[in-house]
């Protein structure tokens, strides 16, 4: 009997199978009849992998009692479960009993996929859960967003830079209970290291910046637009990977670096076209809180543990906000005295809590005031819930949020000035902030700004004989070195083809490539805006 390596097609009445089997092990020698019976069991689902639900009560009962013989001949793979039983080898079928056969393949949902199939069957074409393609649709959108970040940047005196997106898992284990420690993509390496996909940039610039050492001088202002990974729970806007801009200043202890990086963000946003009707920026200080704890007869070490907590305080319920700060050791009336100064909305009532000397309130004053001659201090407001979720903060906290409400922060960062220290280097001042490129799309769709961004060409060029290929590709050649973008045809195309490709691609011109002008050094263009045609020689394309 002839196999072939394909997928197996048969009858799925489970007589006919148990029959088949049967017969086949009878007739077949000792050393196939492991091949023999793992294509039997191949019938129930039409391909290698796990043996589903899909297979009718029946012939489940019939396969229960080959298991022995399968197993006998190293032919399955795990045990009978939730899903099913598992080969070990490819499919082989008959072909003299593929003709009628039929498989239910297609009846398999995402929940019932077996292990990767060994037969050429199709694979799942989705990526990742919680992770994108960029066909040339989403990478014309990617790339114009991130010519933007790259513009307003520059216009700030910003130098670009990089770092790995696999990193030493050291660089964000901390101590202070953050959820970003729980979402980590970590794991050994091969040779024995513990790494992870970056979740964030800023631990990957402080190690730069102390790997630069005394060579690098201060201030630095550098930006950086990566990947970063995180294992969470996706809601709108929010995906296990996503890109990442970020504008960092090393080395400014004064405000004046949270307000240079403010007025960053506001020309993006302006950039795009959205105003301060449409994003705010909540402003506040962790000397706040940090003051409120001290007050309160709280330790310094219970500090950035507070912070993670009140972080969460719009994501849970109040009553769950208090559980978790009274199981760090905080006495009730500490508690309360947190959560009312968080309420607090206006500089003023800041000021007469805690004084107009007080080292938070002068530095947000400041702040504001720096606000007002850049021009932005409409977009700001103070809100002193606001404290970050990163244990490094020490300073101004800040985030971006849509005031309509619809969608989570766009963008967040403050001061970090201790950061450095935390890694083995010496407490240098610093201060940066990170904008995710899911949630500014999000916006943008919101409000109907999303550009229209068209795969564009200058010039079409189309040889009208197969012979004058080599022709066409001298007029291409000479048009791309002037700086025009330039699409060859391709293949034995038909004019009508051409011009709906050149209308496509919105192409301005159409540049012909005919015997007769070529004998006479020229081309025949077409502008495709006026339809006007003309013959140019080739020094004056």
Known sequence: MEFEGEQ????????????????????????????????????????????????????????????????????????????????????????????????????????????????????????????????????????????????????????????????????????????????????????????????????????????????????????????????????????????????DIIGVPGVEAEAELLSAIVAFFSKLGITSSDVGIKISNRKVLQEVLGSSVIPESSFAAVCVIVDKIEKIPRAEVEKELTALGLPVEAVDTILQALTLRSLDDLEELLGSDNEAVVELKQLFELARGYGFEDWLQFDASVVRGLAYYTGTVFEAFDRSGTLRAICGGGRYDKLLSTFGGVDTPACGFGFGDAVIVELLKEKKFMPELNHEVDDIVMPLEEELRPQAAIVAARLRTQGRRVDVVMGNKKMKWAFKHAERLQAKRMVLVGSTEWAKGSVRVKDLSSREERDLPLEEL
């Open 8 to 247: 197996l097609c048969c009858s799925s009445g489970s007589s006919v199978i148990s029959q088949w089997v049967m017969a086949m092990a009878t007739a077949a020698s000792s050393q196939h009849l492991g091949l023999v019976l793992i294509t039997s069991l191949a019938c129930l689902r039409g391909r290698a992998g796990a043996i589903t639900s899909v297979a009718s009560k029946s012939c489940r009962l019939e396969l229960d009692k080959l298991v022995p013989q399968l197993n006998a001949h190293g032919a399955l793979g795990g045990s009978q479960g939730s899903r099913g039983y598992s080969l070990r080898e490819p499919i082989c079928r008959p072909r003299s009993l593929c003709a009628s056969a039929t498989t239910q393949e297609s009846v398999r949902g995402p929940s019932q996929a077996g292990p990767p199939s060994t037969d050429g069957g199709v694979i799942d074409t989705s990526p990742p859960r919680g992770t994108r393609d960029f066909p040339p649709e989403d990478m014309r959108l990617r790339t114009w967003l991130f010519n933007n970040f790259r513009e307003v940047s520059s216009l700030f005196g910003f130098e670009e830079i990089d770092f790995p997106v696999l990193e030493s898992e050291e660089l964000y284990i901390r101590k202070a209970g953050e959820e970003i420690t729980q979402q980590l993509y970590n794991f050994e390496d091969k040779g024995g290291r513990r790494v992870t996909l970056r979740p964030e940039l800023t631990p990957s610039l402080a190690r730069l910046v102390l790997q630069k050492g005394k060579s690098a001088s201060l201030p630095l202002k550098w930006f950086a637009i990566g990947q970063c990974w995180r294992y969470e729970r996706m809601t709108r806007g929010r995906r296990r990977e996503h890109y990442q801009w970020n504008m």
